[in-house]
């Protein structure tokens, strides 16, 4: 079938002789890029820590989710359980593994949140290690898991991290031109739009097995790219309205005040997650739903919360606890 396949397979005789220790831990370091995680890691930076990093993350991993998307849906690949009967993935590693193979979806958040701090280059030394190293981590547990080859993984990581470079490079240049944020925008709006019609409109391999069930249905796996385009575009939207009209800032919040931005902001955003998005996806099936209800969800860390956080500080007495 491949060096790829062989690859996994010789992982998992290794995996299975020496029990489930080292497949535990990799599990957990593949939470790092899952999509449910990393949306919650960017509010909090954004919300709470560092404005400008948390914009820098959060443009950036809109760039990588496009780009995911566009790669997979062109691509096509077949997962290596698919390709190959013999890999059967650890646990419930597969839970996870949406969509079609080619790249790493899981990688490329990694190179986002933490391949970011790489790129963006003004960390210790030794923090841009440890976050090199975490991303290598998240990449290794994609194929130790056997859910992902190598080539899934390598250039999942390569694309991720030279987006997160062009990100920077485009950020720093609407520094100079702040009054082209509106062109950003709109650029990013039509790429996320061809990306949705590319997605929707193309033929999709039709392959079945020996009892001619069809293995992999193209319509479902394009589901993962819908989110995306949702995701991106509230997330383009939100950053353009939020710089022009609400303006909010990290500088010189009270530890107080940071905690209050997270729990509320934390409520809010697994209520519109977890109640609110659902309801909406019953209402409006199919890829409107899924883009609709992706866009509700990033908008709101991107630009509701933000709004509300004018209104939320000044109700929180800026007191600094004194040092005993």
Request: glycine content about 10%; some cysteine; hydrophobic content about 50%.
């Amino acid at each position: 079938m491949g060096l790829d396949i062989d690859i996994l397979l010789a992982l998992q005789n290794f995996r299975n002789g020496i029990g489930g220790g080292l497949a535990e831990f990799f599990s957990k370091m593949t939470f790092f890029g899952e999509v449910a995680t990393v949306p919650v890691i960017l509010a909090i930076i954004y919300w709470c820590i560092n404005k400008t990093y948390g914009t820098y993350l959060m443009m950036g991993w809109g760039g990588v989710r496009i780009a995911n998307g566009l790669l997979k849906v062109t691509a096509c690949a077949y997962r290596p359980w698919i390709r190959d009967a013999r890999v059967v993935p650890y646990g419930n590693a597969i839970t996870t593994a949406t969509g079609y193979s080619f790249p790493s979806g899981h990688t490329m958040n990694a190179a986002t949140i933490f391949g970011g701090g790489v790129v963006y280059n003004r960390f210790p030394r030794f923090l841009r290690i440890a976050m090199f190293l975490l991303v290598l981590s998240v990449a290794f547990s994609r194929v130790y898991l056997g859910v992902h080859t190598p080539q899934d993984v390598l250039v999942g990581m390569g694309t991720g991290l030279l987006v997160m470079w062009l990100t920077l490079k485009l950020l720093r240049w609407v520094e100079k031109h702040p009054e082209k944020d509106w062109w950003v925008v709109g650029i990013g709006l039509l790429l996320a739009a061809g990306t949705a019609v590319y997605a929707a409109l193309k033929p999709y391999p039709v392959d079945y097995d020996a009892d001619g069930k069809l293995l992999v249905d193209g319509v479902k796996m394009a589901n993962d790219t819908f989110k995306s385009v949702g995701w991106t575009s509230a997330i383009l939207v939100g950053w353009v309205l939020e710089r022009r009209y609400v303006k909010f800032t990290t500088d010189g919040l009270t530890m107080t005040q940071r905690a209050a931005r997270l729990v509320v902001g934390l409520i809010g955003y697994y209520v519109v997650s977890l109640i609110v998005c659902p309801l909406l996806k019953g209402w409006i099936p199919g890829m409107a739903g899924t883009i609709i209800t992706c866009f509700l969800q990033m908008f709101f860390i991107s630009f509701i919360f933000p709004w509300c956080m004018k209104f939320l500080d000044r109700k929180i007495p800026a007191v600094k606890i004194e040092k005993l």
